[in-house]
């Protein structure tokens, strides 16, 4: 799903394209950290967390869309992970090789 630029943090739009890099300010921000940026009402959203959490892998959730926005996050679920930003396909990858995505 893609995150509107909108100020309603609950509304999204359809299914947009992948990622490249993430910002320099989220490398900076959550380097050491698995940060998952999700909607409450997105499907993927959910999965990615089942995923992660079968995987063991320990993450933070973020639902704030304005908050995720501005930090160039467009789509959810899209987990930040390894000085990598990867979204839904990258994160299915992810889980089940324990390691990011190249």
Known sequence: MRISPSSNKRLFLAEGRAQSAPPRRVKELFMDQNILFTSPSCPKCMLAKQLLDQSGIKYTVITDAAYAASYGVSTVP?????????????????????????
């Open 78 to 102: 899209s987990l930040f992970s390894d000085g990598k930003l990867m979204t839904f396909p990258e994160i299915i990858s992810y889980c089940k090789g324990g390691a990011s995505v190249v």
